[in-house]
């Protein structure tokens, strides 16, 4: 057994990724993603904020959020 992870994987050939650059994302900075992608925002299905509850339990303590 080793503790150097994927040390017993042999590298995938180049034929096997596809051209060179075919991954590329199109984009200079990082996770920039491709340049053809529409700007992102949001809406009410898509809202993942949460709204804030009380204590589950009588006996829970009221512990103020970090925010």
Same mark, same amino acid.
């Given at each position: 057994?080793?503790?150097?992870?994927?040390?017993?994987?042999?590298?995938?050939?180049?034929?096997?990724?596809?051209?060179?650059?075919?991954? /590329?994302?199109?984009?200079?900075?990082?996770?920039?993603?491709?340049? /053809?992608?529409?700007?992102?925002?949001?809406?009410?299905e898509?809202?993942?904020?949460?709204?804030?509850?009380?204590?589950?339990?009588?006996?829970?303590?009221?512990?103020?959020?970090?925010?």
């Amino acid at each position: 057994m080793t503790d150097t992870p994927a040390e017993h994987l042999d590298e995938e050939p180049q034929a096997e990724r596809g051209a060179p650059g075919s991954r /590329d994302t199109g984009s200079d900075e990082p996770a920039g993603g491709p340049v /053809d992608r529409p700007a992102g925002g949001s809406d009410e299905e898509s809202d993942t904020s949460v709204d804030p509850q009380g204590t589950v339990h009588d006996d829970m303590p009221d512990m103020p959020t970090g925010g």
